[in-house]
């Protein structure tokens, strides 16, 4: 067998293989013809991060997987469940690991640490706040109903986009080069979430206001959405500890690793539009 032909018949797992990242990442090997798990509880076997005994068969004859922790590397327990996890598909026979990381999380860099240490061939893909939160995430009903409520001030954040980031992880998960690299991913621009909504406001033709409200007010919203608990302190964590100004400011991991430059929040903002699932 040449090692083109081993390429294209290694088996790679993605974890949280339907959400923003994962399902573009499955997206991306599958139009390259690679063979793809995807790892999620709707799986064929299934996965859970919750439930440690569907690791093993989810794993079973995977070489490379790509990691999206659920429901993020920022909640207590995270980096033992990581390092569980690259333990065993180290055992496995999996020789290459990519993982999600969050920018500015502390506790996301525990993990980070875990994949460094694991032995096999790791890159780190440190991601700022998805643009797709906007429009696949918990923001695309009050975009939808014209106001954006939420407790960040004049703050600039460098929104990414989930089509470079996975970009970068199918890059890092097929090519060579990309071993031993962290990519601390962000957009080509600071926006605050004010002139973020704005942009989407202009897109749409729409009027779509955005209210800063205070943590306390934000984390009553979302216990009147019967927001679970656990999703509450999560939201609450990344808007006070995230957004407090630590990540304004840009860098170059989409270019460093792809060689092109990172996809911009008004152009993302256009296409989406143009879809429709913004409309009122």
Do not use: C
Request: cysteine-free; charged content about 25%; hydrophobic content about 40%.
């Amino acid at each position: 067998m040449t090692e083109h032909e081993h390429e294209n018949t290694a088996l790679t797992l993605v974890l949280g293989g339907t959400g923003k990242t994962g399902g573009r990442v499955v997206e991306r090997l599958t139009a390259r013809h690679r063979p793809v798990r995807v790892g999620s509880r709707s799986g064929e076997p299934p996965f859970d991060w919750a439930d440690r005994r569907t690791w093993a068969p989810a794993l079973d004859g995977a070489t490379s997987a790509y990691l999206s922790f659920y429901p993020d590397l920022a909640v207590p327990g995270a980096a033992d469940a990581i390092r569980a996890f690259t333990d065993l598909a180290a055992r496995q026979g999996v020789r290459r690991l990519v993982l999600l990381s969050g920018r500015g999380e502390e506790e996301a860099q525990l993990s980070e640490e875990v994949v460094m240490k694991s032995g096999l061939e790791w890159t780190i893909v440190r991601a700022s706040w998805f643009n797709q939160n906007f429009s696949e995430g918990h923001l695309l009903e009050p975009v939808r109903g014209g106001e954006v409520v939420v407790p960040v001030g004049n703050v600039g954040e460098p929104f990414v986009d989930t089509d470079d980031i996975a970009d970068v992880a199918v890059a890092a998960l097929t090519e060579d080069g990309h071993a031993g690299q962290l990519y601390e991913v962000t957009g080509p621009r600071l926006l605050t979430f004010a002139e973020a909504v704005g942009e989407i406001a202009v897109a749409t033709g729409r009027d779509i206001r955005f209210r800063p409200v205070s943590i306390e007010e934000y984390a009553g919203m979302l216990a009147e959405y019967e927001l679970p608990a656990d999703e509450v302190a999560l939201l609450t964590y990344l808007f006070t500890e995230v957004l407090d100004g630590r990540n304004a400011h840009l860098t170059d991991g989409v270019e460093r690793a792809l060689g092109r430059p990172p996809r911009d929040f008004r152009d993302y903002a256009r296409t989406v539009a143009s879809t429709g699932v913004w409309a009122g």
